[in-house]
């Protein structure tokens, strides 16, 4: 198959030289090559699609860490939000946000007439609508925490609404805002006078980490505030019961457990559990822990308790590798000198594998992070716009979960609900990427050659 | 008590039985360890297991039970129109325990004493506007049956309760006497111990094993039901799908069946060629540095949660392939389709595939290429004539299990392939899948006892069975086919 032949005389037929390859050995070069690139395209194929995932994602979602907002003065006057005068709570909440409402769009009204900023065909009322539909109701609850603020000018930065936060990040443009029907080419002319007035401001967004979703129709004030703490609750959940049982498990699989048909059972199991589409974990859940047990829907027990089951055969098999990777002389030293086999194992044994475990147990968590499918059959999609109160109890309240919030985002109709998405979906991976990051640290860290 | 009590109770009593034990075990000695059976720690934690076992045993078997006794007794003494059947007494049982729910809040927040509490009676008091007053809201008046069924739970509850401290708190005593009493030196206190851990162990290595149980026995019992609502000829061979919750549905599962296919065979014909030469690029071909940045990237993808692709497929994906190809050659104008869906669950896949025929290649030993590489061979020939065969069953298996995460997956599928059932050729028409339909039927508000609801319980069923056995078979052409070296 080589060109040798020319100097040995047997093949001396071709009477070429080695270093003139042949029509033939051209042909395999050639396939050669060919192959090889194969192998190129497919890694670039791969890489590149991963780098096309994250350049949407970082394009389309930072500017969710951005929002608009509205300075001007503002006077809290007390004949219009506390009429009695008594500065009382409970007669002060009884002006709705409705009341605020009017307030704040007062006030730019009258902030606008003094600047003298004025655009054709914007009535006042569309002025008003400049300001988020949500603002009303958080300037009611900082009024009503502190009634002092009655009675004063506030210099007040307020939200604005989506479409102009839209139009600061150049998502809406004077072109479709003619077809939009939430708001005029009018009001986008008028928001770019405010804007260049540095009345209209982009800064940094704390309320998407902090607000709780809000509804179809004010985006600009929806936040992940719900979905972190019932993704914390359920990361904690899970380490708590999914950690212990899959370290138990593991112990006794790979140092106790002698060789019978019930350990087979254990050991395919296992194996199987790792493969069952996540969605059938779900059904699980909804089936047992929601219908048969009656544990409340949307709540981050039930999550947490369908996803530790998900969990645990990543960890067991995890914490069976760190085990087996502990020597025998380890153990046989620890019972040559009379320590028992639990002994061995738990003073010995289980110290030495424990990096190895955290490795396998931080990974299992990133995954859990990121599980959707079975939450959705669980009812942590719900609309949830209250904060579970803090824990035990709040483990029993309806709560949802960062990815659930991504999807559910992702479904919404207004365009401004993708950008949060895609920022949400950011969050989402810093958590992976921290938790991935201290995986390999711990490794590189305690990684022990024997 | 509360539960909270109680556990704190028992922490104490387990921890004074600890001590206690440990310290009646060493006395004798004149605190000299070695005249002990056992490490004296062994001892104390013998007396805190005598405590702990029986009580938790105990409170988790009450916490159980309780409610259902309570329940049951409940609805033997409402009238028969209350509790018909199954649903009419889930729902008058909700309401008796919401209105119980509600005097308990009315007497916590002191608008009822007790004893008011529980002469309350409908005809003199409006119980609605009472409890409406205290935070509880109810849908309907409250009858004079309910009220006084939920008079009756309270009471029993308080009973139950109280029945329930004093168990547990005699139990606690009694096992710390018993704990303790038992500590003495020659008491093989470890070997008692390690019976009770070694116990733990397995109970925690039965758990897959009840996993696997629980989801088997809650999709058939289900599943079963479904059959009894709805023909199963007609859930398997019917063509349509076409749920109605008034009613007169078409439960065919083969249109889902098909989108989930068709979907899964895009995706392999996607992430099996790009998985497979990368895998072989990586093993045969990478110089060590280009290994060791390139493979890690590409197990990134294995790492980015699915719902991020799904968002891939619905803003990415599914447009560029409908503005670049379905309208262009008139296929259609729809954004999610069986392309999108399948290309993203491919890339999905890509790193599986590759990884673990990467691991398979290098499993072929060194000297196989030596001998094809010295008979002459290229290396594209060594591996398409000696790695390839040689690893062929692994790498069969890789492709087997592939395809099983991708007829499960589900986040992917929701986003990115659309919700209309068809039977259709075209790969740029939005399809369906098993995954999304279940979904579909399980979220929002679902009534339990139509077949529209229970139809999810099929489709899971099914997609267990298929997903189950794929992996079963690709398990078994491994263990079957795998080349045995050295």
Known sequence: MTDLSAQTGAF?????SLLTPSARMKRRNAAEARFRLYGVVAILIALATLAIMLFTILRDGVSAFAQARLTFPMEL??????PKGNRLRDEMSKVTTIGYAKVLSAALVAELDRRGIAEEGVSEKQIGELISKDAAGQLRAEVLADPAMIGTTINAEILAAGRIDGYLKGRVTLDSAELDSNITPGQLRLAEQLRQAGMLTTGWNWGFFTNPDASDQRPEAAGLGVALLGSAYMMVLVLVMCVPVGVAASIWLEEFAPKNRWTDAIEVNISNLAAVPSIVFGILGLAIFINFAGLPQSSSLVGALVISLMTLPTIIIATRAAIRAVPPSIRDAALGIGASKMQTVFHHVLPLAMPGILTGTILGLASALG????????GMVAFVDNYPAPPPEGFLDPATALPVQVYSWASRADPAFIERSNGA????????????VAAILLRRRFERRW | MSVLMILAAIAVLAIAAFFLARQRALAPLGGNPRLLHSLPGYYGWYGALSVLIPTLGALALWLVVQPMVIESRIAADLPAALVADDTARALTMADVRRVAGGLDTAVARGVLAEAEAMALRTETTDVRALLAGVGVALGATVSPEVLEAAQDYRGLTHWGVAGRSVLVLVLAVAGLFWGVS???????????????????LIAASSIAVLTTVGIVWSMVSETFDFFTKYPIRDFFFSLTWSPNFRGGSDLGMLPLLWGTLYITVVS???????????????????????????????????????????IFALITVGPALRDWFAEPLGLGNSGSSVMTAGIVIGILNIPFISSLSDDIINAVPQSLRDGSLGLGATRSETVRQVILPAALPGVVGAILMAASRAIGETMIVVMGAGAAAKLSLNPFEAMTTMTVKIVGQLTGDTDFAAPETLVAFALGMTLFVITLALNIFALWIVRKYREQYE
Do not use: C
């Open chain 1, 425 to 436: 979906i950011i969050v989402l991976l810093v958590f992976l990427v921290i938790m991935n």
């Open chain 2, 182 to 200: 038992r500590a003495h030196k020659d008491f093989r206190a470890r070997n008692a111990v390690e019976k009770v851990v070694q116990g733990l």
């Open chain 1, 12 to 16: 001396a037929g071709s009477g070429q």
């Open chain 2, 268 to 310: 392999l014909l996607v992430s099996v060629p790009v998985g497979l030469f990368s895998a072989i690029y990586l093993a045969e071909y990478a110089s060590k540095p280009v290994r060791n940045w390139v493979k890690p990237l590409i197990e990134v993808i294995a790492g980015i949660p699915t719902v991020v692709f799904g």
């Open chain 1, 371 to 378: 599980e959707t499918a079975p939450l959705l059959l669980i």
């Open chain 1, 77 to 82: 006057s007390a004949e219009v939000l506390d």
